[in-house]
């Protein structure tokens, strides 16, 4: 099991620029979750898909986030255009869930992106 | 609405000391109450779990009992170690809002 992975982990770019983060989610998992960091903050839900389909993204900052899950095994999330703001790490997690969120299941974390916008 | 609090952090130990981590909890309903834990540079992973009142979730040496009377959730570890340190959530599942919602996290640091 090669866990829930993240590419890149590392992002460096300047404002205004577009950022596109990735992940493998576990195979076999319906569900996907994109979190963010902060210190100040902490750990924020921005949206999450079961099976393909986003469920809730009453999270998402502002409309220059958005997120896809175009198959079962690749999600990105795309910020456009990036602000100081947005610097944080994000992480991106799976699960299995069933119809509604059933929390049984533990939420898999990948190592997440840490990205900086100067 | 719902919400996780947790005891600032650092806290910082000696080797072999006790650890308690305080976590209380608002929710509607009875939520299911759980530990992550995050190690330096990685994700969080589950530590524990309990899902009803009365309920103790333990693995690897700690342990929380999920106490509806004092809607609480506390991490407790007999004898902490150096490869402990990390940074601790307490986390419910909101059924109100179909979300799992984290606590800001407090970070350990335990020296030899």
């Known amino acids: 099991d090669a866990g829930v992975i993240q590419s890149p982990r590392h992002e460096v770019t300047e404002m205004g620029q577009e950022v596109t983060l990735r992940c493998k989610p576990i195979s076999g998992h319906n569900s996907l979750f994109w979190y963010r960091q902060t210190m100040m903050r902490g750990l924020e839900l921005l949206i999450y898909?079961?099976?393909?389909?986003?469920?809730?993204d009453s999270g998402m900052p502002e409309d220059r986030f958005s997120a896809k899950m175009p198959n079962a095994s690749f999600s990105t999330l795309k910020i456009q255009p990036s602000e100081p703001r947005d610097s944080a790490v994000y992480f991106c997690a799976s699960s299995i869930l069933g119809g509604g969120l059933n929390y049984n299941s533990p939420l898999h974390f990948g190592n997440g992106t840490r990205l900086t916008v100067t | 609405g719902d919400s996780v609090t947790q005891m600032e952090g650092p806290v910082t130990l000696s080797e072999e000391a006790f650890l308690t981590i305080n976590c209380t909890y608002t929710a509607t309903g009875y939520p299911s109450l759980f530990w992550y834990v995050q190690y330096p540079g990685e994700g969080l992973q589950l530590l524990l779990k309990a899902t009803k009142a009365d309920d103790k979730g333990s693995n690897k040496g700690f342990e929380a009992t999920y106490r509806k009377e004092t809607t609480s959730f506390h991490l407790e570890k007999g004898s902490v170690q150096v490869s402990d340190s990390a940074v601790y959530f307490c986390?419910?599942?909101?059924?109100?809002?179909?979300?799992?919602?984290f606590g800001a996290g407090t970070r350990l640091a335990v020296h030899p």
């Open positions: 986390a419910l599942f909101s059924g109100g809002y179909n979300k799992l919602i």
């Open positions: 898909f079961n099976n393909n389909v986003p469920i809730d």
